[in-house]
């Protein structure tokens, strides 16, 4: 299936099923998809250059220091919600000293806009390194990879291992050594981290959520998230929801 029958198709599923997609706000979603390590969204995200972002406030009268302000801001953001997907604190804050001090020794205003993408990017892959932790064989690389991607979809063993160009058994044991889990253990726990975050900053409802992971019903993905959790969606999301103010930094 190509990429535009792809697109048609969700939007066809989403409208017969009047599953009305309720998104991270922009400035969310932006700084999440960094912490994810989705390198791909984020040089997608990263296109529009920060001189023409809109909703820029105005921090100081001197375009070129409002520029600096506004980096410096979505530098500390980037580190903070790196640092909630398991990023070192010393290394958060080091990389965001760093791209800071870029920043403030650029004359121009197109060199602070023209560095943006270069800090994101580095973040996103740190994350994304970060996230297949000890893995070193290509082929379990590429199995994680495959898995964040299409966490939307039931993913099985089979597809897994097609995907990869491996015999499904063999991959069993080989991803149990690596990763420290089964397959369907990683992608479960991969799902319910989503499903966590979603339900902190998207308004997507937990029966959406459901259908958006691909879960069999909303029954199984309440009882996957309870074992995972200790408790339900619903009451996951009234203790951590939290309406962030962050602006358009991003």
């Not at 599953?19 to 529009?48: D, H, M, W």
């Not at 319910?192 to 900053?201: D, F, K, P, S």
């Not at 459901?210 to 619903?234: C, D, R």
């Amino acid at each position: 299936m190509n990429i535009n029958k792809e697109l048609a198709f969700q939007e066809f599923v989403r409208r017969e099923s009047n599953l009305i997609r309720a998104p991270y706000t922009p400035e969310q979603e932006f700084y999440s998809v960094i912490k994810s390590g989705n390198t791909t969204k984020v040089k997608e995200l990263c296109q529009e250059s920060l001189l023409f972002k809109k909703g820029l406030g105005t921090l100081s009268l001197n375009y070129l220091q409002n520029i600096k302000y506004h980096f410096a801001i979505t530098a500390a953001l980037i580190a903070r919600y790196c640092m909630e997907g398991g990023m070192e604190l010393s290394t958060a804050y080091g990389l965001s000293d760093f791209y800071i001090r870029k920043a403030d020794g650029s004359t121009k205003p197109e060199e602070v806009a023209l560095l943006h993408p270069v800090m994101c990017l580095d973040y996103a892959k740190r994350m994304k390194n970060l996230r297949k932790g000890k893995v070193t064989s290509r082929h379990i690389s590429a199995c994680i990879d495959y898995i964040w991607d299409n966490l939307h979809t039931r993913i099985t063993i089979e597809s897994l291992a097609s995907a990869v160009g491996l015999n499904s058994s063999y991959l069993s044991r080989l991803f149990k050594k690596e990763v420290g889990m089964t397959v369907s253990q990683y992608i479960r726990n991969k799902k319910i981290e989503t499903a966590r975050n979603m339900l902190i900053y998207s308004d997507y409802s937990p029966s959406q959520i459901s259908s958006v992971l691909a879960f069999p019903n909303q029954s199984y993905f309440t009882e996957i998230f309870h074992k995972e959790t200790g408790m339900t969606p619903s009451k996951y999301r009234n203790l951590n929801f939290r309406n962030t103010e962050i602006g358009n930094e991003g």
